[in-house]
């Protein structure tokens, strides 16, 4: 890998990184009515798992690109290196 096609390819996981993030953020800040809704109906059981569930969803879905982000930096840094 040549040191033009790695550079590109670093920004590119940077920008998707970080729209992937903002993405993640619209979708907490849309399930709050959600959350606020469950609270206010007094939430059963059944409601508490599907708003953990669905919080935990969201967090894997942040956290493992963010690791494959690293390890792909971390790639084509060694290849420019």
């Known amino acids: 890998m040549n040191v033009a096609t790695a550079s590109k390819l670093k ?4 920008v998707g990184g970080l729209l992937l993030v903002l ?10 009515p959600v959350f606020w809704t ?3 109906t ?12 669905m ?16 390890r792909a930096r971390a790639h084509f840094e060694s290849a420019l290196n």
């Open 11 to 14: 920004k590119l996981v940077t």
């Open 23 to 32: 993405n993640e953020i619209r979708g907490i800040v849309m399930a709050a």
């Open 38 to 40: 469950l609270f206010q």
């Open 42 to 53: 007094g939430n059963s059981e059944v409601d508490a798992v599907a708003a953990i569930a």
């Open 55 to 70: 919080l935990m969803g969201i967090l894997l879905s942040v956290i493992v690109p963010i690791v494959l982000a690293k």
